[in-house]
């Protein structure tokens, strides 16, 4: 028994990213000292068993309880996966059924992406005050505002400042009760379907527009981009090529760090992807979002 009320944190992967997911899970055990148990949940996109099976003897018992989920189990009914054009998978939009599965004893989770390690205590994040707010995220340090890059392209259509925050959705502290109250995800995905041209991160782009000026801003350190060294980052994310890859072309000390992790686990000596299967991966990210077009 775990007298001490858990940490609950939701992921996504599929058996691709298997080595990522072993990593981030190892760095949050290497880094937690403050005692809580862990409640892991990880939505499983096709993952095999041997992957499941690595994934168990690598990190601890005594620190995780892993719950598996498939997609189809924490789609609610009625509810339908939005169609976009990007080549990013399925499985991003499944942080948004989050406050629908989780059972309902769990108020707040934290869903992080899998390209991630974390070099502090996760209990600092977990013991983040929300206050009102239904989610808590962090500025995306690449892009900041609405106005910059094509994050948010028809902002002005929809009657926003260029000024207006935007944050990374690969992080996210969330209320699931004050979601699930104002059932926030069929909002999120007709966002994404109605805007599709401009949506091209769509995930983020549906959770900006809706959240727009309602959401809790969360220190950068718990989501600090790989691009750039910070030296006290609690978080590394690995947002766009990821370190798996022999293409990697980031701040090489954090891929040395990831590896590190990723070498406490089954996945040790785990040798770099080619460019090639990397691409091969997007192209059938975007061949599975077929059936979702010839639906509409």
């Not at 993952?47 to 995780?64: A, E, H, M, Y």
């Not at 379907?193 to 809706?210: C, K, M, S, T, W």
């Amino acid at each position: 028994m775990h007298s001490i009320q858990p940490i609950v944190i939701v992921v996504a992967c599929d058996n691709h990213y298997m080595p990522l997911l072993a990593a981030l899970m190892k760095s949050i055990e290497v880094n937690h000292k403050s005692g809580e148990h862990i409640h892991f949940f990880i939505l499983d996109d096709g993952i095999v068993k041997r992957n499941k099976t690595k994934l168990i003897r690598s990190v601890s018992s005594d620190i995780f309880t892993i719950h598996w989920l498939s997609m189809d189990q924490v789609i609610p009914k009625g509810m339908n996966i939005p169609y976009d054009n990007s080549s990013y998978p399925l499985i991003i939009h499944m942080r948004m059924f989050i406050p629908y599965f989780i059972p309902e004893e769990y108020e707040k989770v934290i869903y992080m992406d899998v390209d991630m390690i974390v070099r502090d205590d996760i209990s600092k994040l977990w013991n983040t005050n929300l206050n009102d707010y239904t989610i808590g995220a962090v500025i995306d340090v690449r892009i900041r505002e609405f106005g910059n890059s094509h994050a948010v392209e028809n902002y002005l259509d929809l009657g926003f400042e260029a000024s207006t925050k935007y944050f990374n959705t690969g992080l996210l502290l969330i209320n699931t009760k004050k979601w699930r109250e104002d059932d926030l995800t069929p909002q999120i995905f007709r966002c994404i379907e109605e805007n599709r041209r401009f949506a091209n991160y769509p995930d983020q782009y549906g959770l900006n527009v809706i959240f727009a000026g309602k959401w809790f801003e969360i220190d950068t350190r718990w989501s600090w981009s790989a691009e750039e060294w910070k030296s006290d980052a609690s978080l590394i994310h690995f947002i766009w090529r990821k370190p798996i890859y022999k293409t990697y072309m980031f701040e090489k000390r954090y891929q040395e760090m990831f590896f590190q992790y990723l070498n406490l686990t089954e996945w040790k000596g785990f040798r770099p992807v080619s460019e090639f299967k990397r691409l091969i991966k997007k192209l059938l990210n975007k061949l599975l979002k077929l059936p979702l077009l010839l639906k509409r």
